[in-house]
């Protein structure tokens, strides 16, 4: 049975490379931004965003997950899923920079998001709840090479995409 969690900052890619996935594999992907209005506590002004109950979230979440599944989302590390591999996407604060802005993100919303990355959050927190982690270095690869990657891993071949390889240290704190 296949649970793959598609994690990581906004922007680096998780919605683009779990739809090429599921269409690859013939996997059922779960957005989890579509679960978030069943599981919102509120709304953040300040940010833009609705504010996550992640008690909600899980109880959304598992009935969903019978059989096959890809859950992706920025949260989606901090679930409790037995036995699930976890891919946290990763990209250069660099590239993120200009993919975000691209998307419209400034000031406070770009900066938080590209400290973040900056400092391995999505990484730390699921490694902190989660055994089988990997992470796959997307600034320079589209979401369909990005997809080979995680196919390799779901084949066992991972052992290049483990923990500890990425740091962007040197780009971010200058
Ligand atoms: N590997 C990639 N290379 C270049 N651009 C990419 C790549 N993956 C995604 N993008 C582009 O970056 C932007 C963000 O991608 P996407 O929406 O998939 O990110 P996300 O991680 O799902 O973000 P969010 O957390 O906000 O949902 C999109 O404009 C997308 O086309
Ligand atoms: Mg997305």
Redo the contacts with the bound molecule.
Sequence with gaps: MLRLIIT?T????????AEELGRRLGVRVVHL?ELAELAACGYDHARGSVEVDLELLQEAVEEHLSGDVIL???LAHLLSIDDARVVV?RCSPEVLER?LK??GYSGEKLRENLEAEALDVCLIESVERHSRVYEVD?SH???A??AECVIEIIQGKGERYLPGKIDWSEDFFR
């Design positions: 990581g906004p922007g680096t890619g998780k919605t683009a490379v931004s992706e989302g920025h996407l993919r691209a998307r997307t690869r589209s979401a090479e990005t």
